[in-house]
Structure formats: structure tokens, C-alpha cells
């Protein structure tokens, strides 16, 4: 068979892009490795910039994300058993929205299935052909089945694991990384959450979060050990960590209940560069991955799909290929910005192995200048309710 843009992933990314082109008259098909089901149980991302609620209202499926969605119009920062509040909606006028990344996933498949629009899931063994070529294709099995699909443009939008990437030959692909020396330990659990906005928390403990869902659905978040295991961890000793490392007075209001996920993610930033090779494109967790302190995994995601969206929309509407020919360099300068926010944040609010009493002392100085300082304020309130596209 053929299309005109085969989108390899069926995450946010994929489903997000498919829609949007799908509203434009643009065909795509996408392949997912998993079942709908299972890329739904994945619990990620909560925190949502304007730049993609405003995808998601292009791509018209933003209503149920305004009716649930949380408006935050600031988050509180907790450093020595005390908090200080940056206030998002004064310093920029804009606020970020708590919406989960599995809803956001949940009402891009509906979209796509009242679209009539094909989704092919469980498929196996995608290979990418002759990219670099003007007709490209990509082949895969499904149920036993051998399939291949023709088609003007590919969209690897299959995350850090996926095929698309590697399909980049390493002679004209470069990747820079870097790892850091703990992971997240996060939970879901059926409470209230204990603050109306988030709390970033530094202890001598090491980093805490508490996010949320809704309101009876909190997410939590504590800084571990690399060689954890979610299942080394009871829900009676989570509470008690979590409990050590916010606040004293928001402990004491902490609703604490069994949790019904658990899980430990490593850290890591990852950029590969170009973002496109031929007819095909990267997006999102394909390309880049940053660190999640400061919710900007999905919503990079989302401004390289703005990139891309615009550049085919450019490339079939108006014959222009500009944007297609600039659609890395435009997505990259956006990319390094959110590495660079989430590694600063990271470094603000975790403790290090190897920290030094001067490395100590550099990260209290910087908390008490972003506490006390106006101008550091807005900036860090500007990359965190999201860079312009
Ligand atoms: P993905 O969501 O990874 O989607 C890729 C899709 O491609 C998947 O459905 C996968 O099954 C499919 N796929 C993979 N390989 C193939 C293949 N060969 N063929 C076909 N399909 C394939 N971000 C935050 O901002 N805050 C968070 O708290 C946060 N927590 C996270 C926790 C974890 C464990 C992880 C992994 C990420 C987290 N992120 C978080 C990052 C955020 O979730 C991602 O940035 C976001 O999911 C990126 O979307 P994506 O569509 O690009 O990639
Ligand atoms: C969430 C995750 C984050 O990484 C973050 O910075 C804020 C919120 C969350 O899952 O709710």
C-alpha cells in the first residue's frame, strides 16, 4: 500500500503529528509496536506548556484537557524546610496546565478512530528503506504477516528504543550524552493531592516532587539509588522518605494511602544530531531525552511535531520546501534550550554522589539568588511555561 507520511510510534508524538495532518488533509499511517492498551498503562508526563495545549486544540482534541485540565499559575520550591513560590502567570502571563500525558494519549487515539484514521498496532520488526531516496518505504511484520508501506515522508516518532533513529547512518549522525547518577522513584496513588500547586523540594535527602493528576489522584516523585528496584521500596517506606524531604508543615498535611504504580526512571540527557536524514524526520523522545525535573520531555516533543506539522503542511500545500530543509535546525535551537533548562534544574535540586561542601554551597547560592532575585525569576518561569516556538 501507500501514504503520504508513515509515522513510526504511536506515542504523543506520532498520534499528536498524525492528527494535525490528519486535519489538513494529509494522509498518515501509524505504526505502533504495542497495543493501545499498553502504551495507555504507561504513566509519564503531568505537566503540560500552552505551546501544546495549543497543538491539541489545532488538532481538535483539546476539550476534555480544558474541562479536567488544572490551570497552575505557579509552583512552590522548597529548600531547607522552607518554600518560596514563583509566580508563573506575574512574571510571564502565562500559566501551565496539569494534565496527564496518558489522557493526552487517550484523546489522540479517540480522535484518530472517530477519524477513520489507520493506526496498525503489535507490529513487529520495522525496518526503514531507502530514506535518503525519493521513495522511501518502510517494511514490518504483523501477525506473521510481511506488510510494506510507500510513501513521500517518514516520521520516526518511536522514542529513545525506536528503529528511527538508528536508521540514521553513524557517519553523518553525532550524539551527545550525558548520564547522571540517580533515578526517580515515582508513585500514583489514590489521595488528594497535598498542595494546590507543585512542590520542587531539595533536601539533604536528596530531590522530592509532588504533582498531581486530580483531584484525587497524586504523583510523587523521590530521588534513588540507580541500583533500586521499585519493588524494594514499600509503600510504608516512600511516605516516610517523601515525608523527610518537603516541608515539615505539608508532611504533617500528607495523605498517604496505597499507591497503584510504582516506578524508577534513570536520568538522562541525549541529543543526536541532524533531526532529519532524507525523508526522514525525528521527533520528540527519537531525537532527545532530558532529565524530567521541569516537565519538558512531552512538550519538546511537542515543538518539534509544531516543526515538522508546519514544514509538510508547507511541503504539500504550498510546494515550498523550506521548512522541510530547515525543520533540524529550527527544532535543534529549541531542543538545547530544554536540555539546558531541565540539566539546570536537575543540578539545582538533587544531590550528587560525589558533591563537594564548595559544589554544596554553589547550589544553595544559586536557590537563594532564584528565590530572592526578580530577573532570575522570570527566566526561569519563561522556560518553564515553555520557550516560544
Ligand atoms: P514515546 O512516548 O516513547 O512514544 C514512542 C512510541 O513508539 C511508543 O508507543 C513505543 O511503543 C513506540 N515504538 C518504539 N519502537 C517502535 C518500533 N520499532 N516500531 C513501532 N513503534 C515503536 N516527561 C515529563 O515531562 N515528565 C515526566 O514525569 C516524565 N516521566 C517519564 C517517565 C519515563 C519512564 C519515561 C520513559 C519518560 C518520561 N517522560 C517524562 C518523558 C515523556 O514521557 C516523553 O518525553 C514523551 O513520552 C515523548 O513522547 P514520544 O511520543 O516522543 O515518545
Ligand atoms: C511531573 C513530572 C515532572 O517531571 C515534573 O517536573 C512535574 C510534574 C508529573 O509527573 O506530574
Not at 9 to 31: K, M, N, T, W, Y
Not at 86 to 92: P, Q
Not at 153 to 182: M, N, W
Not at 335 to 342: D, L, P, T, Y
Amino acid at each position: 500500500m501507500r501514504t503520504q507520511v508513515v509515522i513510526i510510534g504511536g506515542g504523543p508524538s506520532g498520534l499528536l503529528l498524525g492528527q494535525l495532518l490528519h486535519r489538513q488533509g494529509i494522509e498518515a499511517v501509524v505504526l505502533e509496536r504495542k497495543t493501545r492498551d499498553y502504551v495507555l498503562g504507561r504513566i509519564r508526563a503531568g505537566v503540560l506548556e500552552t505551546g501544546l495545549v495549543k497543538l491539541m486544540e489545532e488538532a481538535g482534541v483539546a476539550e476534555r484537557l480544558h474541562r479536567e485540565g488544572f490551570v497552575h499559575d505557579g509552583t512552590e520550591i522548597a529548600c531547607d524546610g522552607e518554600m518560596f513560590h514563583v509566580d508563573f502567570r506575574k512574571l510571564t502571563g502565562t500559566p501551565v496546565i496539569v494534565y496527564g500525558q496518558t489522557e493526552v494519549t487517550r484523546d489522540l487515539y479517540d480522535a484518530r478512530a472517530d477519524a477513520g484514521a489507520q493506526t496498525e498496532f503489535e507490529v513487529d520488526h520495522v525496518v526503514i528503506h531507502d530514506a535518503d531516496s525519493d521513495h522511501p518505504y518502510v517494511t514490518f511484520d504483523q501477525n506473521g504477516t510481511a506488510r510494506r508501506i510507500d510513501c513521500d515522508f517518514i516520521a520516526g516518532c518511536d522514542g529513545f528504543h525506536g528503529v528511527s533513529r538508528q536508521s540514521i547512518p553513524l557517519s553523518v549522525r553525532r550524539e551527545y550524552e550525558k548520564t547522571y547518577p540517580f533515578g526517580w522513584l515515582g508513585v500514583l496513588s489514590e489521595t488528594p493531592p497535598v498542595h494546590d500547586e507543585l512542590i520542587y523540594a531539595n533536601s539533604p535527602r536528596g530531590f522530592a516532587l509532588s504533582s498531581m493528576r486530580n483531584a484525587h489522584l497524586s504523583r510523587y516523585y523521590i530521588q534513588c539509588a540507580l541500583s533500586d528496584h521499585p519493588e524494594d521500596w514499600t509503600d510504608k517506606a516512600f511516605w516516610q522518605e517523601l515525608k523527610r524531604r518537603i516541608p515539615d508543615e505539608i508532611a504533617e498535611r500528607l495523605e498517604t494511602g496505597p499507591t497503584i504504580e510504582k516506578s524508577i526512571a534513570p536520568l538522562r540527557s541525549f541529543v543526536t544530531e541532524p533531526m532529519r536524514w532524507g525523508r526522514l524526520f525525528l521527533c520528540g523522545d527519537a531525537a532527545h531525552i532530558v532529565p524530567p525535573t521541569g516537565a519538558k520531555g512531552l512538550n519538546t516533543a511537542a515543538s518539534d511535531v509544531h516543526y515538522l506539522y508546519h514544514a509538510l503542511v508547507q511541503h504539500y500545500r504550498d510546494k515550498d520546501d523550506e521548512g522541510i530543509d530547515r525543520y533540524s535546525e529550527r527544532a535543534l535551537l529549541r531542543v538545547w534550550k530544554a536540555e539546558r533548562f531541565s540539566w539546570w534544574f536537575s543540578g539545582l535540586l538533587h544531590r550528587y554522589p560525589d558533591q563537594s561542601p564548595f559544589d554544596l554551597k554553589m547550589q544553595q547560592a544559586d536557590l537563594s539568588f532564584l528565590r530572592d532575585n526578580e530577573a532570575q525569576q522570570r527566566a526561569f518561569a519563561e522556560n518553564y511555561v515553555g520557550l516560544p516556538y
